[in-house]
């Protein structure tokens, strides 16, 4: 499908979605975030695909939401339509397992929406920040809430309450990150991650992400029961026998997805 904000390429079972609004270093106005929440649901829909890479250029992953869009806006508009609301949850509902790639800025709902993904691998020139409050708003996609969870409460009322910027560095020793890699590294690592993933029996990767998404939005006891019933599920998969298999007969596994 064509898009006006986005591209979609897809390489070796990966989907590479790049944010492409380099006139305003990626803003996310309605087109984009609508454009972005049906790519990756097509993407999610689509057997030929295993992982997917979400990516904007160098200078920013993304700045943002489109400040000119949103400036006029009243309390009604945007609580009528709830602005990115939806189409952030549906981002949230995607069942394959997304990769941020943040190379530049990452800022306000560019920051919420790496934080949405999976995970971030970060480029060395990366920047986080949520400063909506020098706009005279807060977050309001997950910057409180996402951010305070993954970096905790001392960054996060920092970072939301100066606006200042965490550099990738920082980003990763609190947490934020998964890994900083040399910036024009940054697809080919994130590439090869997502390879690696791919190679995973599908039902694994989706039991694996269900289980730690959970740990965000439960108790520990019943995060523990259900990792526990994902672990015996898998007992009942082909890709269980054939995996235990391979390690004794000393050789790669070769899974079906079953
Ligand atoms: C619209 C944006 C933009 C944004 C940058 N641009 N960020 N346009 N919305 N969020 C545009 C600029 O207007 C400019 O267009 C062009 O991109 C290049 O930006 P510059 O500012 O000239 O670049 P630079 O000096 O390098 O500064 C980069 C920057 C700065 C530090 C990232 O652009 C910046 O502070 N941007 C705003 C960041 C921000 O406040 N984000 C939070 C938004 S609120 P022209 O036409 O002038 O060349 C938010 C709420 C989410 O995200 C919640 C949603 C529900």
Not at 94 to 106: E, F, L, Q, T
Not at 137 to 161: E, P, S, W
Not at 171 to 176: C, F, N, P
Not at 204 to 224: C, H, I, P, Q
Request: glycine share 6%; proline share 3%; with cysteine.
């Amino acid at each position: 499908m064509a898009y006006e904000t986005i591209i979609v390429e897809i390489e070796d079972e990966i989907a590479l979605i790049r944010l492409n609004r380099p006139e305003a270093l990626n803003a996310l106005n309605s087109t984009l975030i609508t454009e972005l929440s049906e790519a990756l649901t097509e993407a999610d829909r689509n057997d030929k695909i295993r992982c997917i890479v979400l990516t904007g250029s160098e200078k920013a992953f993304a700045a943002g939401a489109d400040i000119k869009e949103m400036s006029q806006k009243s309390f009604v508009d945007v609580y009528d339509e709830d602005l990115f609301g939806p189409q952030i949850d549906a981002i949230g509902r995607i069942r394959k397992p997304i990769i941020a790639a943040v190379s530049g800025y990452a800022l306000g709902g560019g920051c919420e929406l790496a934080m949405v993904c999976d995970f971030i691998i970060a480029a060395e020139n990366a920047k986080f920040g949520q400063p909506e409050i020098n706009l005279g708003v807060i977050a309001g996609i997950g910057g409180t809430q996402r951010l305070t969870r993954f970096v905790g409460k001392a960054k996060a009322m920092d970072m939301n309450l100066t606006g200042r910027f965490m550099e990738a560095t920082e980003a990763e020793r609190a947490g934020l990150v998964s890994r900083v890699v040399p910036t024009p590294k940054l697809i080919p690592e994130a590439m090869a991650a997502a390879r690696k993933i791919a190679e995973k029996s599908q039902l694994t990767v989706k039991a694996v992400k269900e289980s730690v998404n959970r740990a965000y939005e439960t108790t520990l006891r019943e995060g523990l029961l259900f990792e526990r019933r994902s672990f015996h599920a898998m007992f009942a998969t082909e890709d269980q026998k054939e995996g235990m298999a391979a390690f004794l007969e000393k050789r790669e596994a070769q899974f079906r997805d079953r």
